[in-house]
């Protein structure tokens, strides 16, 4: 849900009335017991929600210095507007967090929230790399479920819960809302559907919030007492369940050690990207130890992978002479159509060891500029610093004679996260569930005629109130002019004006009117063009097989979208595009093509000054990106003539 940054509004101190009305809400929401004597025991670090009564446990739940403010963004495929308070508060030590998000009357905790307050949430498990998935905004499957059966018990339909890591299973890091009741699954391969629906996560605009700026807080390496069955059981309770010993096993894994069963390992098995309409082949278990990649071995396999991807070109596009590359290609769409996709990534944890900032290269313009030393290809720099290829040399000994290698297939694991596939991502610019792409749009203008005018359109039989396209207008007019003899004697070209003429379109207000209503005549074309200019303007936008007679026409004159190119940041150029909706465009899955075929970031919020009623909604990529939307639009059936391009990065003229 908070993907992209929502509007918050200033902050308000919270009475201490309603803080702990709202404390005691969160305790009976989420069952926290409340201890009838102070615990004994206490753990080394952070804060346990069984103190030394009621009064510690609000503390702890939401601090006294808790402030509020209301926020809105937006949620769904829809883009539906969502309204919430937030909850912002400071725990000793630590700086000031959002902790609990209001959402209609349910209080949702944070990360932050979780990681003080072990066990106030049943905690689920999934594999890293799906998590991964989950904290970009996609659902759990139930394929993706770890650990289980049998899980929490408290994880029923419409539940809150945590989800955590096979690799770091004491550390929640999704919020969700149970979508089933996972409680009572006695199986989860093979089976189908959402089982949580992400509603927060570590990394999203809500983790990152903070007062200063400063960005969000690391996620700790291991919290000591979360264990499987939380949901605001006592601290007595749960330690005794969690039986912590001194064991070398307990210091090595940095947590407490769980049993491990045979049908627990055959539920694991078979889990990759098990998220929102994905399967995948099975693979071995996520948190296996491998061996790690030197610098070096890291720097052959990106080297290796471009000339793949080059070499991949080269025989593939032999016809063209460029061998299927648009000139100059920039940083990222080079990474992301001719490394990834040839990176030899088999298991999950290559996912993350095999990224370019571990290389010695450390960037893509390094990476890039070490090719253009071994004369492989050529580059040169942009303003701002961006680095382009402009020519490459695919007949070099290097490209032509190299030995492909085994890809792994698009199925397996991490390939979605940015490596394998053998080249899938370059032609999957954009998304197949997109309605849009390939419509046919045509724009029609129409003009109502105004009450002064019906002389005129009476004298043809014409009806006033119909709407005319300016073809048919004229014919009408001239009928007119015939009808009433008022074309000059001298000069055929010129019409007299009448009384009716001169009050309807000549009214005299500027200049030329005077002159006009002076001479008594005008000429045939200009009295036509004025005529259109005193109509009310409507318009149609036609999809694919409408005809005029089947759309209803819209008052006023036809959209046009518009593209705007600003600089952020000091040097970094962000391309906004907003009116895409009048031409059957959905903003989020033209930002999702975007993404791709940009390789580059996109989000999609409401423009500012739009009514929320009726908002419009606002696309944003990151770069300098103009011909890379038209074309988008273009595909989509948009005339490049329908839009308008303003560029704030070109600096003033001066004088």
């Known amino acids: 849900m908070f993907k992209k940054k929502p509007n918050i509004k200033a902050l308000a101190p919270l009475r201490s009335s309603d803080r702990r009305r709202i404390a005691d809400q969160i305790i009976a929401d989420y069952g926290v017991e409340v201890p009838l004597k102070e615990a ?24 006294d210095n808790t402030q509020s403010a209301r926020f809105t963004t937006t949620a769904g495929k829809d883009l539906k507007q969502v309204s919430g308070t937030l909850y912002v508060g400071k725990h000793p030590g630590q700086p000031q967090r959002v902790l609990w998000i209001k959402l209609e ?7 932050y929230t979780l990681w003080m307050n072990r066990g106030l949430v049943p905690l689920l498990h999934t594999p890293d790399v799906v998590l991964q998935k989950l904290r970009g905004g996609a659902d759990l499957m139930t394929p993706g479920l770890a650990r289980g059966p049998p899980f929490p018990p408290k994880a029923t339909k419409g539940s809150v819960v945590a989800i955590a890591s096979l690799e770091k299973p004491n550390v929640p890091m999704v919020v969700g809302i149970c979508e089933i009741d996972v409680a009572s699954l006695q199986q989860v391969r093979g089976a189908k559907g959402h089982a949580v629906r992400g509603e927060h996560w570590d990394g999203d605009e809500i983790w990152a919030w903070s007062q200063g700026g ?19 059981s006592g601290l007595e ?42 399967d ?32 991949h070109h080269r025989n593939n596009n032999r ?5 299927g590359l648009n000139f100059p290609v920039n940083q990222s769409a080079l990474i992301s ?31 890039i500029k070490a090719f253009d030393k071994a004369r492989l290809l050529k580059s040169k720099d942009r303003d701002g610093g961006e680095c382009v290829v402009v020519d490459i040399d695919f007949e070099d000994p290097a490209i032509v004679n190299f030995v492909p290698y085994k890809l ?18 370059i032609t999957a610019d954009i998304s197949s569930s997109d309605s849009s792409i390939g419509q046919k749009l045509a724009k029609i203008d129409l003009y109502k005629p105004k009450e002064q005018l019906a002389p005129v359109f009476a004298a043809s039989k014409a009806d006033q109130h119909a709407l005319y396209l300016p073809t048919e207008l004229r014919p009408i007019i001239n009928a007119y002019i015939d009808s009433e003899e008022l074309v000059s004697n001298t000069n055929k070209r010129l019409v007299n004006l009448n009384p009716i003429l001169a009050n309807a379109v000549f009214d005299g207000s500027t200049p030329l009117d005077r002159e006009v209503l002076a001479k008594g005549s005008v000429p045939r074309d200009a009295l036509i063009d004025r005529i259109l200019k005193s109509c009310s303007p409507y318009h149609i936008i036609l999809r694919n097989d409408e005809t005029r007679d089947s759309v209803k026409a819209k008052a006023g004159h036809a959209p046009i979208i518009t593209i705007v190119l600003e600089t952020r940041s000091g040097n970094k150029t962000v391309t906004k595009l907003s009116g895409v909706e009048a031409f059957h465009i959905q903003p989020q899955s033209l930002a999702d093509g975007l993404q791709k075929s940009c390789a580059s970031s996109t989000s999609v919020g409401q423009l500012a000054g739009s009514s929320p009623k009726k908002p419009v909604m606002e696309v944003m990529v990151q770069g300098p990106q103009k011909d890379a939307m038209i074309k988008a639009l273009e595909k989509r059936g948009v005339s490049r003539h329908w839009v308008e391009v303003n560029d704030k990065t070109k600096g003033k003229k001066k004088g």
Do not use: C
């Open 337 to 367: 159509n001719l490394v990834l996709p040839f990176l030899p990534i088999t298991t999950p944890t290559q996912t993350a060891t095999m990224n370019i900032k571990k290389t010695s290269w450390k960037n893509a313009k390094k990476f």
């Open 319 to 323: 016809s063209d002479p460029h061998h």
């Open 237 to 278: 309770e749960r330690l005794n369940d969690i039986g912590i010993e001194d064991s070398d096993d307990a210091q090595n894994d940095g947590g407490v050690p769980i049993p491990y069963t045979t049908s627990q390992k055959n539920q694991e098995k078979g889990q990759n990207e098990f998220v929102e309409g994905e």
């Open 214 to 232: 400063s960005g969000g807080g690391s996620a700790p390496d291991d919290i000591q007492g979360w264990d499987t069955y939380g949901g605001g």
């Open 40 to 63: 004994t025991d206490q753990p080394e670090t952070g804060q346990e929600i069984a103190t030394t009564g009621v009064g510690a446990i609000r503390n702890a739940l939401l601090p």
């Open 105 to 111: 009357d349910r209080l949702l905790p944070t990360v």
């Open 408 to 425: 792994p297939k698009k199925e397996t694991a991490g390939v979605e996260l940015g490596g394998g596939g053998g080249g899938k991502a």
């Open 280 to 311: 995948a082949e099975p693979f071995e278990r996520v948190d296996e130890e491998e061996k790690d990649l030197s610098t070096k071995e890291i720097d052959d396999i990106f080297w290796n992978a471009l000339l793949y991807g080059l070499h």
